[in-house]
């Protein structure tokens, strides 16, 4: 055997580095939304020779929503993970975040659907981010069953 074993789950594992990698994507996350203004007008002077006029104010009307939504799936994320170090990955509680998330997704690609922003990406990513909606309730569900048949077996026992 060459290396390490790579513990997934638990204190000292990558699921304990992505729960604290999370507050650094949150940090720089709320740092961007609130730049957001400026970040737009810097690429709009660089990628559309300062044209946006109008467009400006219609992709903030995306990108603002967009960003608390990613802010969102990122706190549950979080919080999800959490609950996976402390030994507890199937709850309904965890079901319930999953489906938050869905529901951020949808909400996220919806905005992109949209039109608003003048681009062509814009509807691609607006239905990967559909699929996500409807692969994060598939997911919700699961979890929610989990949790179920755990506590059926908790009670058997």
Same mark, same amino acid.
């Given at each position: 055997?060459i290396g390490?074993k790579?513990n997934?789950?638990?204190?000292s594992?990558l699921?304990?580095?992505?729960?604290?990698?999370? +507050?650094?994507?949150?940090?720089?996350?709320?740092?961007?939304?609130?730049?957001l203004? +400026?970040?737009?007008?810097?690429?709009?002077?660089?990628?559309?020779?300062?044209?946006?006029?109008?467009?400006?104010v219609?992709?903030?009307?995306?990108? !603002?929503?967009?960003?608390l /939504?990613?802010?969102?799936?990122? +706190?549950?994320?979080?919080?999800?993970? $959490?609950?996976v170090?402390?030994g507890n990955?199937?709850?309904?509680?965890?079901?319930?975040? $999953?489906?938050?998330?869905s529901?951020?997704? /949808?909400?996220?690609?919806?905005?992109?659907l949209?039109?608003?922003v003048?681009?062509?990406?814009?509807?691609?990513?607006?239905?990967?981010?559909?699929?996500?909606?409807a692969l994060?309730l598939v997911?919700?569900?699961?979890?929610?069953q989990?949790a179920i !048949?755990?506590?059926?077996n908790?009670?058997?026992?």
């Open positions: 055997e390490m790579l997934i789950t638990g204190k594992s699921s304990s580095f992505l729960e604290k990698l999370c +507050w650094v994507f949150l940090l720089a996350g709320l740092t961007i939304t609130v730049a203004p +400026w970040i737009l007008d810097y690429y709009g002077r660089i990628f559309w020779h300062g044209r946006l006029g109008t467009d400006y219609r992709i903030l009307f995306v990108l !603002y929503p967009s960003a /939504m990613a802010l969102t799936v990122i +706190w549950q994320l979080r919080k999800i993970l $959490v609950n170090n402390q990955p199937f709850s309904l509680e965890n079901a319930r975040r $999953v489906k938050i998330i529901f951020c997704c /949808m909400m996220v690609g919806l905005l992109f949209a039109g608003i003048p681009s062509l990406l814009a509807p691609m990513l607006g239905l990967a981010f559909l699929f996500l909606s994060s997911l919700s569900e699961l979890v929610k989990a !048949y755990k506590e059926e908790d009670l058997t026992i």
